[in-house]
């Protein structure tokens, strides 16, 4: 039996506050593009307020902004509107007041009155979990969540029913069985509360995880779950561990009919703030300001391999470095061996055939936070573009103008890799 198309705008990260203007704006422009697509449900993936837990009258504000919309409403709480788990929160402040807290939750609820949902649809149950009190020590509130997520899977007929999780906190980044040790952690739940939370919905049709909190839309299937990040409508916040090209404004419109789902993500064009790098160093260097690297882009041929082969020493590096920048490889892969060389390494490889297409490639990661390293002539037009431009005599030797253009010159990779991790040795080389 067909079924009409289930609608769903899905906002998240909004850190409505009555006293800033630009919230206002937001929501006036909000409304008129909600109202246009006039969906079935609107979904808030938390951080609906910026840290109501200490002006809890911001709730009843943004609840009744929001309400004006005129769309059915759900929204789940995020960590600027109750705090995050302590070791999440730790991980990026030393201020406890951030902690996800029992009042924080109460005056939450006091509010919103739920801080979960559930709704079905023909074949599609979409389930609404506040992920801040996941492995977060609130070990009532938990349980509570868990045995009212237990009913209502109970409840569904599962062999056919499809489920949709929605929540602000990611489950995780890339893989279930991922380790982050850094301060990535931050963007997924506790990976306790992920082994708790995946065995209780292992014997449903889990087909989506639609989440918040990264700032930064992404949309990728982790075979059978298609995980869709909601952009914010604030602003971008840039960790190199997310996948390339999600720095986005806007909300997402997910459609669910039948066996299909479908989403799109819809950019809006509002003032907002900059994007935030985030996990990135910053370096002074006096008479050139602060430079911000957020990319690295390397050479492959002569740079960081000979003969296709990767050289030793490379591959630590590149995981170490991975962790502050996103790497971008880019070569013409003169000798066909550029996937197995870089296998397992957290870099994105780019096929390019000349120097123009690197410059350009370079254009698109905005050279203003980009390092770039490279030995030959097709890399002269990215080093001098690059907000630092590194030469490199590897083992196939230096393009001799790529002298007069790189701000520095190393005598091998792995110098100058270490230059990224030692970044006193910039400011020492570069400085007036
Ligand atoms: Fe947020």
Redesign the pocket.
């Known amino acids: 039996m067909a079924r009409d198309p289930f609608t769903v705008v899905q906002l998240s ?1 909004l ?1 409505l506050n009555p006293k800033v203007q630009r919230s206002i704006d937001c929501l006036s422009h909000l409304r008129q593009r909600v109202g246009a697509i006039g969906p079935d449900l609107m979904v808030v993936t938390g ?1 609906v307020t910026n840290d109501g837990f200490r002006d809890t009258d911001s709730f009843a504000w943004a609840r009744h902004e929001l309400e004006r919309f005129g769309v059915p409403m759900h929204v789940v709480p ?1 960590n ?1 509107d109750v705090g995050a788990a302590a070791v999440l929160n730790r991980l990026i402040t030393h201020d406890p007041s951030g902690d996800v807290r029992k009042e924080h939750v109460d005056a939450w609820l006091d509010v919103y009155e739920a801080d979960r949902f559930a709704v079905q649809h023909g074949r599609w149950t979409l389930i609404g979990l506040n992920s801040q009190i996941m492995g977060a020590g609130l070990i009532d509130a938990e349980r509570r969540q868990l045995e009212w997520l237990d009913r209502k899977i109970s409840a569904m007929q599962v062999a056919d029913q499809n489920v949709a999780v929605f929540m602000h906190t990611l489950p995780y980044m890339r893989s279930p069985d991922e380790q982050i040790d850094d301060m990535s952690a931050y963007w997924s739940i506790p990976p306790s509360a992920l082994q708790v939370l995946m065995q209780r919905l292992q014997n449903v049709n889990l087909r989506l995880f639609a989440t ?2 990264v ?1 930064w839309y992404a949309s990728f299937l982790r075979d059978p779950v298609q995980h869709v990040w909601c952009p ?1 409508m604030t602003m971008a916040i840039d960790d190199p561990k997310f996948p390339r090209g999600g720095d986005k404004i806007g909300f997402v419109l997910h459609t669910f009919e039948d066996e299909t789902m479908s989403h799109q993500l819809v950019e809006v064009d509002i003032e907002t703030g900059e994007t935030v790098l985030f996990h990135r160093k910053s370096l002074d260097i006096p008479g050139r300001g602060t430079l911000a690297f957020a990319n690295l882009a390397l050479d492959f041929t002569g740079t960081l391999s000979r003969d296709g082969m990767l050289l030793p020493g490379v591959a630590p590096r590149l995981i170490e470095l991975a962790k502050q920048m996103r790497i971008t490889v880019m070569t013409a892969d003169t000798f066909g061996k550029v996937d197995d060389a870089l296998a397992d390494l957290p870099v994105e490889v780019h096929i390019v055939k000349t120097g123009q297409d690197k410059a350009r490639m370079l254009a698109d990661l905005n050279p203003q936070v980009t390092v770039a390293i490279g030995n030959g002539r097709n890399d002269v037009a990215m080093v001098q573009a690059a907000v630092l431009g590194i030469a490199v005599c590897g083992p196939e030797g230096m393009a001799g103008e790529l002298i007069r253009v790189a701000d520095v010159v190393c005598r091998d990779i792995l110098e100058a890799l270490d230059l990224l991790v030692h970044r006193l040795r910039i400011k020492a080389t570069l400085r007036d």
């Open positions: 990260d850190h951080d995020g600027h918040g909190h700032h914010s």
